[in-house]
């Protein structure tokens, strides 16, 4: 899907804009400060089937869902780059600092890095704790958004036509 902006509402659905070409809206959001916001839309060649919209739209979802995972914690004012490497590495790196007192990561991006060093075990532990409520916060939200998709407005069936 691409994000197109420039809505003014959400307004999921599932449009016939052409002879041979079919639109699907999907989401809303705004950026911070913005007078207007953006929408997903996915076109088809083909009269698409129920199924195939929903394959588009989860992974859509899941894309944004690894997203936000990904650089959507911050730690001590600095992004905290969750990959899936550095998820391993935190918590193998946690593990060792049960025995040592000692760990420091890397936070921030490659253009304005920092190095944090954690004043004791109690400290990490917290910084362990947020990294997985973060995870757990995005996954939940990954659900709640798949399961409160209205998919009567994505019926084939019910398509609009928007062709003049």
Same mark, same amino acid.
Request: net charge negative; proline share 2%; hydrophobic share 40%.
């Given at each position: 899907?691409? #994000? ?6 959400? =307004?999921?659905?599932?449009r016939q804009?052409?002879?041979r070409?079919?639109t699907v809206y999907?989401g809303? &959001?705004?950026?911070?400060?913005a007078d207007?916001g953006?929408?997903? $839309?996915?076109?088809?060649? =083909? /009269?698409p089937?129920?199924?195939e919209?929903k394959?588009v739209?989860f992974s859509?979802i ?5 997203d936000r ?5 911050t730690?001590?004012?600095?992004m !905290?780059?969750?990959?899936d ?5 935190? +918590?193998?790196w ?6 040592? &007192?000692?760990? +420091? !990561? /890397? ?6 890095? =920092?190095?944090h +060093?954690?004043?004791?075990?109690d400290e990490i $532990? !917290? ?5 997985a409520e ?10 709640r958004? #798949? ?5 009567? !407005?994505?019926?084939?069936?019910n ?6």
């Open positions: 899907m691409i #994000k197109i902006f420039g809505a003014e509402q959400r =307004h999921d659905g599932i804009t052409g002879r070409r079919w999907y809303f &959001g705004k950026e911070d400060g207007y953006w929408d997903y $839309r996915h076109e088809f060649d =083909h /009269k089937s129920l199924e919209v394959t739209i859509q899941d894309a944004d869902t690894h995972i990904l650089r959507g914690m730690w001590a004012g600095y !905290v780059w969750l990959s490497e550095n998820q391993r590495n935190y +918590t193998l946690a593990m060792a600092a049960e025995r040592s &007192g000692d760990m +420091t !990561v /890397k936070l921030g991006t490659d253009d304005n890095p =920092h190095l +060093t954690f004043a004791d075990i $532990r !917290v910084f362990i704790d947020a990294v973060h995870i757990n916060a995005a996954i939940n939200a990954n659900r958004a #798949k399961a409160e998709i209205d998919w009567q !407005v994505y019926n084939p069936d398509i609009v036509n928007d062709e003049q």
